[in-house]
Structure formats: structure tokens, C-alpha cells
């Protein structure tokens, strides 16, 4: 038998990591919406190890010398060139950190998450003040590691992690241009709500039986299909699993469905792109999603763009009527999609509606460059959140339970993560409005609740990608442009303004 | 910082093992009980993967280097020196086996897992034959490997892994003595059956739900507690996780409340005797429960030996009536208990009564070590299988689906299995027997529905014990008497013929 190429044994070896990563998802799935709470030590320990072994595999030596063989052998076809790419960008973070601090990071996140969780609620900023100061001393460290192998600075060398390429200057400059148009036209928008008859909200209880059969109507119909994946619930809607066997969550209000089923239908959005990654290369790098943002822009294409349209409505208000067993004029489209179009700033980021949203992504952005920078003290970081509410909407919140403490993004270790929600939406905006542009059919289909030539054309776009291409790449190819706020500003106007 | 012991690096090594078999445990169950069908072949690869790097770390030549230093540097305590044993125990059966044949086993039996679920129902035996002959063939290699390793012949090298230090030649015995036993017994039971009123079969249908709640209510007083573990559905009960987060499953029949309810309580026996291992030693081999003899002897300890007796049925019976809402002659716990000592020889095993069961093991048991010795050959099995029942039952199923079809174990890898259910049956009545004779206030106790006497016994003679002892040393020293089947048989005439 001929002896594996470099490159095959490269494959042999992503393989399992992939593997490994695809185990550790499962169990954190699991940690969300199975798990007792009696688990939550021994998970830790199995996250930690499993994170350790993951490491350990993927910075041996060996790794290296395959890379190098790998490229100096040649005869790579264009995939496999980039899953080498990929290989090697995986490689070149996991490299800068040693192991212990892999594993310490896991045990300190998962001690900060179970702090935060029993914090939260009673608003106790100062209970989980010790081990988020541990989390962030870590985050710290491997920031300014990663950052000298990378040549960034620590807070652009956490960025790089959820969003390659992506750096902090670049977005500085997005989200000013945002910044200077956000604050005038949500006084447009909330003048003119005043004007407008009342939105008529519909009336509970709504069982959470009933709620989750209407998610399941609706998500069937978009494409998810049970055979692969789950609908369960946890305290945070997510996505997760693996692409063969997506996991997503939400979690019922039986005074409010609205909620429950926007974030169910946006976890689809994220489901469908996991779903439609190219399958002849799952399990190695380049059949994996793209970052973040293009991740994001997969979910809130779906929910924002999609299912807050007329058109959705129009397909989706007599399923609703239907399934929850209501009707009347609470339950026409049109007042359906205004219910779900109404802009009102709030203190609670997932609760945002799509015009305020960016504000709160940009205080956490600034506030987390500043920690991580060292600028700012995590002891100071209510004062500094409440004042940055109170300048970009007008808000203070009531206590940190509104406040700092309201996500669990910094406490479970993610830094650098929040600006890849508002690139998100700016990525959805631009591929919807390609989309359309390419294909007339999409917008009429998705009025009958046919979905079909819109996820013909995002599989042919972007999900069968995989990470073929750079996300700035390919949103350029399949938009005609790179990413800027101009059709996401266009799109809210039309929306609110229009 | 001195630098760890060779003994504390072997206990670091072996937290990460253990945390990796954790992590397995928990994707084992998720597959029974949550993951949707087009997840399998993904998760076939998780599991695979990490059974090779559990493997690859178990086998790496430090271990071996640092447990010849422990052993030399000495200055072990008791626990200590018996988990350095059972590193080497591990160690020794693992290094037999080269990686490959770990993936492929893990392979070869989830492939054959999916063509049992389609041909199970249908009764295909040709139709699962090949992945089948596939997962012998590995089998039969790996006990090869194992045995020459260890000085075992192939058999008894695979029992060992189920059931350490246990020999083929002593089963042998054992069953000997039984099957001169109850032939004969068998008749006068059913001869003595046949005087007795008949039992009054409490009628259906019994909501999942309610019975749901109904094995709640019993588990709970059990001592099963929910913060550390769950139950859930799956085709076959099991009892999985881990120590800290046990998960026990079951089915539902809407017709026949009676074989879910006492196969909960048999999984929370052996749930009890995990929740019950040292916390100290926790993620370290001693820490970690016997073989399955004591395993099995936990869940027939509780179905069998308690909530079968007349005293359970005092304290369970009126709570059934009220769980279930029903009331009557059916529901009173002398005929409850009646229907609950019911002997009818039958074709499942796991249908089977107390009497009839040590029969369906001995079929199997003979069965598995002609087929591991090569003296049969898979395609005979079926016509086997059928004379070995015919036989020892005087029954002959009507397909394979009541035949060699109906145990997942063989399919999914386990040979050498099937005896530790009889030897826990033993097991279990010998314990009992024990600590009856040992704690006047535990029959009481069960009365009233108290098991804290029961378990204070439990839990220092066995539970608490990990694998500080081996079984039969344990046994020994908690019974006062070697395993035998005299205080099972004695159990029997007592219950049946008493």
C-alpha cells in the first residue's frame, strides 16, 4: 500500500480534531439543555481535558512538518489548498497558547458561567466580579500570545479567532458610519410609530406545547429537517451540534410567542447554514462555516430580512392563527408584521429590535476593547455600561441584571465576539438584496412559504462554501461589492421609513 | 513547585482518561435517548475518534515508564496502591490492542448497532449478518491480542474486561449447579402456580406521563436524586452517564405499566451504586465501580431482591393506585406482588421472570464462547440459538426478532457479557442477604418506604469501596461467604415455593 501523502495525513489528523470538536459541542449542548445541575463540575472537567487533548493534537510537531511538506509537495487542487490554509491558520493560533492555559481557560469559563448563572438574576455584579476577573486575566494572556505569533494587537488577535481577517480599525470605521446615521433616524422612525394606529398585541396564555408546534411548522417549512437536527430548550436560544445533527434551542414565554418563535427562526437560519456546508469535506477545515459574521448574517438574514417581511406574513399569520387556534384582527399579516417591525430602545440586547440593536453591540464593543486594552477595570465596567446605555439610547438600566450582567458572552470567555453581530446584519442585508436582485422568484416564494429558491441560491452562494474562500471574498463574489453599511441603511429605511 | 510524583502524573493521566470516557458515556446516551437518526454516522466518528486518542493516550510509553517508577518508589496508602493496580489493569488490556483495531471495533460496531435497528423489527438475521460476521471478526482478534497478553484463552480474556478476574472454568461450575436446579424447580413453580386464584392484570391504558411521574415518585424515595441525574426514553433501558449525572432510561407501554415501572427501578440501582462511588476518587480508576457481577448485583439487588418483596408492594402499591389513579382488588399490594412473582417461561429475556431468566443467560453464554472459540459459525446461530431454548425452556421462537435478534449486545460489540446478568443475580442475593442479616430496621424500613438502612449498608459495603477490592474479595468480606449460588437458590423456594 502506497504511504499517505503529507497532505492526506494532515487530513487524517484534522479529522479527529474536527471530531473532538464536534464531541465537545455536543456536550456543551447538552450542558445547556439536558444536563442536571449536579453535572456542571464533572462537564467542566470533561470540556477542559477534551480541550486539552484537542490542543495537544493539533500543535505536535508532527503538524508542523506536514504543513511545511504538504506545501512544498504541491498538486493541490483548490479545496484542498484551502483546507491547508485553514489547517495552518488553526494551527498558527492554538500554537501561541500552552496547554495548561487551554485547559485553565475551559475550567475558569465554566466556574465563571455557573457564577454568572446564580448572579444574574438577583443582579449581583460583584458575586461573579472574582471569576470574571480570572476569565479576563486569562483571555488577556492568550490574547497577547496569539497576538505576537499573529503581528495583532491582543484585542484584533481575539477578533481573529471568531472572524478571521477581521480587524478592529476596519470596524471602527463601520460602525462610525453607523454610529452617525443611528441616532437621527431612530428619532425618524420613533416620530413616525407615534402617528400610526396602535399595533394590537396578541393575547395570552399561549401553552409551550402549542408555541413549539408552530415553530416546528414554520422551521419544516424553511428546511429544517428533524432527521438531522433538534429543537430542545435552554435559558439562551442556540445553535449547536454538528452539521449532520443541529441542535437548536429557544426557550417559551406563554404570555409572549413572538419572541420564542423569532429566535427559533433565527437559530434556523444558523441551522441551515451548518446543514448546507459542502459534504464531501465535513470534518476537515475548509467544510466548516466561515466566521462569525457570516454565520450571524446566515441568521439574521432569515430572521430580519425574511421572516419580519410582508411576505413571510403573509405565508405565516394563518399558520400562526392555525396552530395556536386564534383569530381576529390580532392575527391579520399585516398587523403581525408591524407588531414584529415596532422600534422601541431597550436595555435588553436580545429582546432589541433590528434599529437599536447596533447600539447595544457598540457599547459592549467599545467596553471589551477597553478591558481588554487594560483601559478600563472590570470593577468599573457597570458604571462605564450604564453611562455608554444612557449616551448611544437614552437608557439607564435599573440594575446590572439589565445591565453588564444581561449576557453571558464575556463570563463563558468571548471576547471579541460582539461586533460580529452588527457585521452580521450588515452581511444579511447585502446577501438578501444580491439574492433578490438575482433571482425574482425568491420574494414571491417566500409570500407562499416556499423557501426553495432561496436556499438555492444561499447553498450555491455561500453554505456550499464552506470556507472555501475568505468571508470578505466571498461576500464580494456573491454580492458584487464588500461589506459597508450602505444596503443595511437602505434596508432599514425602506423598512421604517418606507 | 516540586515537581508531581510518577505517582501523581499517572493519577493526572488518568483524570484525562477518565474525562475522555466521560465524555463518551454522555454521547453514548445522547444516541439512545436524543440524537436524531441522521446523526449516527457522524457521531459512529466521535465516538471512534475518541476511543483511539483514549486509547493512544492510555498506551503511550510514559504510562508504562511511571507506573514501574510508582511501584519502585513505594510510600503508597492502600487506595493509591490499588488504583495504581487498576491503572496497570487498563494499561494492560489496552496495550494489546494497536489503535486500528480500536477505531474499527468502534467502527464495525456502530455500523452493525444501524443494521440491527432496521432488522430487529423485521427479524432479517441475513439482512445484519455481514456487519455482524464483521464485529466477531474484530472481536475474535482483539481477545486473541488481549489473551496472549494476559495468559487467557480468547474468551476468557474478553470476560475479564467485563468482569475482572473471572474465569470461564468457574462460571462453568456455577452454572452447572443452577441448571441441576431448576429445571425441576421450574415445574413445581408453575405445577404450584396453577392451584393458586389467578392475578388480576390491572387494566390499561396508563398514559406515558403518568407513569412517568408514577417512576418519579418511586425513584425519588429510592434515593435517586434529580440533581444528579436524569430519565428519559429510549428503545432499551439503560442506565449511562456518569457518577455525577447519572442518566437512567426507560420505555413506555400504555397497555402494561408494570415492566417500565421495574425496569426504572432496576436502572436505579445500578444509578444508586454510581451515585454512591468515593467522591475522593473520583476520575481515578479506584474510584470507579467493580466489574459488571456487582454492577448487575445493584439493579437486581433493588428490582429483584427489594421491590419485588411483599414489603415493597405495602409501601409502593397504595402510591401506584394513586400516581395512576386508579383504585380496586387489582391495585391491592398482595396481588400487585403476585403479579410481580408471576413465572411463565418465555422467548426475551429482559421479559423474563427471576426463574426463567438464568436459562436465556445460559443459551447465550454457551452460545458466545463456541462462536468466540470459532467452533460455530455466525450463520448457524439462528438454528443454535432456537435448539438452546428448546432445550433449557422447551420453546422454540417463532422468528429471529424472539430469537438471536433480540439482544443488542452481541451486535454492538459486548461478548463475554451475558454471564455477569446471572452472577449478579447471585450477587444480589447474596448481598441482601447479608445485610438483612446484618440490619434488622431495613425489611422495616422497606415497609415504609425508608431505603436509608438499606443504603447506609450498601454504601459502606459496597459503594463506597470503588474498586479498592477485588469483586469476589469484596463479596467476600461483605457477605462473609464467596459467590455461590446456594443463597439464590434459597432465595427462590422461599419466594416461589415458600
Known amino acids: ?101 487551554v485547559a485553565a481557560m475551559v475550567r475558569a469559563q ?70 452617525a446615521f443611528l441616532p437621527d433616524f431612530l428619532g425618524q422612525v420613533l416620530e413616525r410609530q407615534k402617528g400610526e394606529p396602535d399595533v394590537i398585541v396578541p393575547d395570552g396564555p399561549f401553552p409551550a406545547e402549542r408555541q413549539r408546534a408552530l415553530a416546528v411548522r414554520l422551521i419544516e417549512a424553511l428546511g429544517f429537517d428533524f432527521d438531522h437536527g433538534r429543537l430542545d430548550e435552554s435559558r439562551h436560544p442556540f445553535c449547536g451540534g454538528t452539521p449532520d445533527d443541529v441542535r437548536i434551542t429557544t426557550r417559551y414565554d406563554e404570555d409572549d410567542f413572538t419572541k420564542s418563535l423569532m429566535a427559533v427562526l433565527h437559530e434556523t437560519g444558523h441551522a441551515l447554514y451548518e446543514r448546507g456546508l459542502p459534504k464531501a469535506w465535513r470534518g476537515q477545515p475548509v467544510g466548516q462555516a466561515l466566521g462569525m459574521s457570516m454565520h450571524e448574517g446566515q441568521s439574521l438574514l432569515i430572521e430580519m430580512q425574511v421572516c419580519r417581511s410582508a411576505q413571510f406574513m403573509a405565508f405565516a399569520a394563518p399558520v400562526m392563527g392555525e396552530v395556536l387556534g386564534r383569530s381576529g384582527p390580532a392575527w391579520e399579516a399585516e398587523n403581525l408584521r408591524r407588531l414584529y417591525a415596532r422600534v422601541e430602545p431597550g436595555f435588553i440586547r436580545v429582546d432589541a429590535d433590528e434599529v437599536t440593536y447596533p447600539a447595544h453591540v457598540m457599547v459592549r464593543y467599545r467596553l471589551e476593547k477597553a478591558l481588554v486594552a487594560g483601559e478600563l477595570k472590570l470593577a468599573e465596567l457597570p458604571a462605564a455600561w450604564n453611562e455608554g446605555m444612557q449616551r448611544l439610547l437614552g437608557l439607564t438600566p435599573p440594575s446590572d441584571r439589565e445591565g453588564c450582567l444581561q449576557d453571558l458572552h464575556w463570563y463563558d470567555g468571548a471576547w471579541g465576539y460582539f461586533p460580529t453581530y452588527t457585521l452580521g446584519a450588515m452581511t444579511a442585508s447585502q446577501l438578501f438584496d444580491a439574492a433578490k436582485r438575482a433571482d425574482g422568484a425568491i420574494v414571491d416564494g417566500i409570500g407562499r412559504g416556499d423557501f426553495q429558491p432561496l436556499f438555492a441560491w444561499l447553498g450555491a452562494n455561500v453554505h456550499s462554501k464552506g470556507a472555501l474562500l475568505p468571508a470578505h471574498e466571498l461576500l464580494s463574489q456573491a454580492t458584487g461589492r464588500p461589506l459597508d453599511a450602505e444596503v443595511f441603511k437602505n434596508h432599514l429605511r425602506r423598512r421604517y421609513l418606507g
Open 1 to 101: 500500500m502506497k504511504k499517505p501523502s503529507p497532505y492526506h495525513r494532515l487530513e487524517k489528523r484534522f479529522r479527529r480534531l474536527s471530531a473532538i470538536g464536534d464531541a465537545i459541542a455536543v456536550l456543551h449542548w447538552d450542558w445547556s439543555a439536558m444536563m442536571p445541575p449536579g453535572g456542571a463540575e464533572g462537564r467542566a472537567g470533561q470540556l477542559a481535558e477534551l480541550a486539552a487533548v484537542r490542543h495537544a493534537l493539533l500543535v505536535a510537531p508532527e503538524v508542523e512538518e506536514l504543513m511545511e511538506a504538504a506545501r512544498a509537495g504541491g498538486g493541490l487542487d483548490e479545496w484542498q489548498r484551502a483546507n491547508l490554509g485553514e489547517m495552518d491558520r488553526q494551527w498558527s493560533r492554538a500554537v501561541a497558547l500552552p496547554e495548561d492555559l
Open 110 to 179: 465554566a466556574a465563571c458561567e455557573t457564577a454568572w448563572r446564580d448572579a444574574h438574576p438577583k443582579g449581583d455584579f460583584a458575586a461573579v466580579l472574582p471569576s470574571l476577573e480570572r476569565v479576563l486575566e486569562l483571555v488577556r494572556e492568550a490574547a497577547a500570545a496569539q497576538g505576537a505569533r499573529l503581528g495583532l494587537g491582543p484585542y484584533d488577535a481575539l477578533l481573529d479567532g471568531y472572524e478571521p481577517g477581521a480587524r478592529s480599525a476596519e470596524i471602527d470605521t463601520l460602525f462610525a458610519d453607523l454610529e
